[in-house]
């Protein structure tokens, strides 16, 4: 299973982008990169994934290098409900399942 | 869409109790289900993977006959933790997935607290 490598924690001031990097240097070629973030006592939230090309939708863009072995998922303007744990995670190959690392910490700050 | 209802919220029992906790997706067909479990401050371990109409995958490490999963239709997976005990007490979340390559989508959460 390929595993990703997360900073365990990172500030960000409100209204500016967050930029958080995520290493997965032993992915397959057909194995997705996933990210989800959970706030505290809650489920996690799915918040968007890829395979080769860069990703955007209404909560981010993911950005995946071109030997895929790297990613960054971006939140355009922070607000300070974005604060939370982001999970990085490659699906492992044929299956649905998500093994979760330890993630990062953000947070945001007025 | 894609809504994935966790009961209870929380629980409070004795030791020695077993106690269920229903996973429901709301308004899509789930092939598959997962049960994690989340000790305070780690972070989601995976326990089981569970198909409709089949018997539960556990990972390594998972008791299968402590930690009962059934997922009888569609849309309903059930896991119930039997003679619980105090280390039983942990957040224990469910997720949901329709088609392959689709995200997954989890519940939220049930915290149980063993006595």
């Known amino acids: 299973d390929a595993k990703t490598t997360q900073p365990p924690s990172m500030d960000c001031a409100e209204g500016r982008a967050a930029n958080l990097p995520c290493n997965h240097s032993?992915?397959?070629?057909?194995?997705?990169v996933y990210w989800y973030r959970q706030i505290h006592s809650q489920g996690p939230q799915y918040i968007i994934h890829g395979l080769k090309n860069n990703e955007t939708n209404e909560m981010a863009s993911l950005i995946i290098t071109e030997d895929r072995k790297s990613s960054t998922l971006i939140l355009p303007h922070a607000t300070l409900r974005d604060t939370a744990v982001y999970y990085c995670i490659v699906r492992v190959s044929n299956t649905d399942k998500l093994i979760f690392g330890t993630g990062t910490r953000l947070q945001v700050f007025p | 869409g894609a809504v994935v209802s966790q009961h209870p919220s929380w629980v409070i029992c004795k030791s020695g109790t077993s106690v269920k906790i229903e996973c429901r997706s709301l308004?899509?067909?789930?092939?598959?289900m997962f049960w994690y479990r989340q000790f305070p401050k780690q972070s989601l371990m995976l326990m089981a993977t569970s198909n409709e109409g089949s018997k539960a995958t556990y990972e390594q490490g998972v008791e299968k006959d402590k930690f009962l999963i059934n997922h009888a239709s569609l849309t309903l997976s059930t896991l119930t933790v039997t003679s619980a005990h105090p280390e039983d007490s942990s957040f224990y979340i469910c997720?949901?997935?329709?088609?392959?390559?689709?995200?997954?989508?989890f519940g939220d959460g049930t915290r149980l607290s063993i006595l």
């Open positions: 308004d899509f067909q789930a092939t598959t």
């Open positions: 997720s949901a997935v329709g088609d392959s390559n689709q995200p997954q989508h």
């Open positions: 032993t992915i397959s070629g057909n194995e997705y």
